[in-house]
């Protein structure tokens, strides 16, 4: 695999900076590590069945979204070291340890900054005798060469198509152009999977396509013209995700719109332009659906949600 962490350009930020002496935006150096490994049954339904997806969640992040759920372990200043999982063998045995009770799906969360350790992963587990479904779980602030380098590695993703406004996104996650590096990452990701998601008998994703969009609060704008671009230039037949569940986060400094979750009527406007457009295919959370929020001080961060 060519990925060059001496001149940094394996995610969508690009910054180029060299990984084996210094930080880069991401504040991530060259090790294979993980901030949380752990059992999630709030995933889409056809990744996380009955038993739940084993979820790999990496520290820091190539965005900074000022209502991130995962702050505790996204945000600059998270320390690498008090996690358990700071080395691959680490990350390898609680992974093989979760596939054991999980519907044999493992999804890696945040990862375009941690993009070339996937490969040494996966590599080991299949050596371990473990062939699980590999789900790329991302921002979709991704480059396409290193989407094109992991080809082979990826059965599912599963990006976030967040914005089509670059004032919002500078604003809200400090990346302005993050529509025109999602949408070229979007088009690849669709290259490689097409609009066919493939199931086994118990309806688990093997191969496919899932976009995620999150609706936030004074942005139906936003969220319709991100709809109406997926029709355009990807396609009506895809399998999307759409998401009501934000929440303001304690202790972050937000601007006013984004203090409130999204109103009925902002959740409905969305709704029937994804109906307008001819999607078909996938989920749409209901509004007073519950908040998947992580407690990474715990082993399992979403137990008290999942009811494990």
């Given at each position: 695999?060519?990925?060059?962490?001496?001149?940094?350009?394996?995610?969508?930020?690009?910054?180029?900076?060299?990984?084996?002496?210094?930080?880069?935006?991401c504040a991530t150096g060259i090790d294979?590590?993980?901030?949380?490994?752990?059992?999630?049954?709030?995933?889409?339904?056809?990744?996380?069945?009955?038993?739940?997806?084993?979820?790999?969640?990496?520290?820091?992040c190539n965005l900074r979204c000022l209502f991130c759920q995962n702050k505790d372990i996204s945000?600059?200043?998270?320390?690498?070291?008090?996690?358990?999982?700071?080395?691959?063998?680490?990350?390898?045995?609680?992974?093989?340890?979760?596939?054991?009770?999980?519907?044999?799906?493992?999804?890696?969360?945040s990862p375009s900054h941690y993009a070339h350790t996937i490969p040494t992963i996966v590599d080991r587990l299949h050596a371990d005798g473990f062939n699980p479904t590999i789900v790329y779980n991302t921002n979709a602030y991704d480059?396409?060469?290193?989407?094109?380098?992991?080809?082979?590695?990826?059965?599912?993703?599963?990006?976030?198509?967040k914005y089509c406004s670059s004032d919002l996104s500078g604003r809200y996650s400090s990346a302005p152009d993050y529509f025109e590096v999602a949408s070229k990452a979007l088009r690849e990701m669709y290259r490689q999977k097409g609009s066919t998601l493939i199931t086994d008998d118990n309806d688990i994703a093997l191969s496919g396509l899932i976009i995620r969009h999150?609706?936030?609060?004074?942005?139906?704008?936003?969220?319709?013209?991100?709809?109406?671009?997926?029709?355009?230039?990807?396609?009506?037949n895809v399998h999307l995700s759409l998401m009501s569940q934000y929440y303001p986060i304690e202790g972050c400094v937000l601007p006013d719109q984004l203090y409130r979750k999204i109103t009925s009527e902002e959740y409905n406007q969305v709704?029937?332009?994804?109906?307008?457009?001819?999607?078909?295919?996938?989920?749409?959370?209901?509004?007073?659906?519950?908040?998947?929020?992580?407690d990474f001080s715990k082993k399992e961060a979403f137990e008290h949600n999942d009811g494990q």
């Open positions: 695999m060519s990925f060059n962490l001496n001149n940094c350009t394996i995610c969508g930020r690009g910054c180029g900076v060299d990984r084996t002496k210094t930080f880069g935006f294979s590590n993980a901030a949380a490994i752990c059992v999630h049954k709030g995933e889409e339904p056809v990744l996380a069945g009955a038993k739940g997806v084993c979820n790999v969640f990496f520290p820091h945000t600059r200043d998270y320390c690498v070291t008090s996690s358990p999982f700071s080395s691959l063998t680490a990350v390898v045995d609680r992974i093989e340890e979760l596939l054991q009770t999980t519907e044999k799906v493992l999804g890696f969360v480059s396409v060469d290193t989407l094109r380098e992991l080809e082979s590695y990826v059965d599912v993703y599963l990006p976030d198509f999150l609706i936030l609060p004074g942005c139906v704008s936003d969220s319709k013209g991100v709809l109406t671009w997926i029709a355009e230039n990807i396609s009506s709704v029937e332009h994804f109906y307008d457009l001819g999607f078909h295919k996938g989920w749409i959370q209901d509004l007073d659906e519950r908040s998947y929020k992580p």
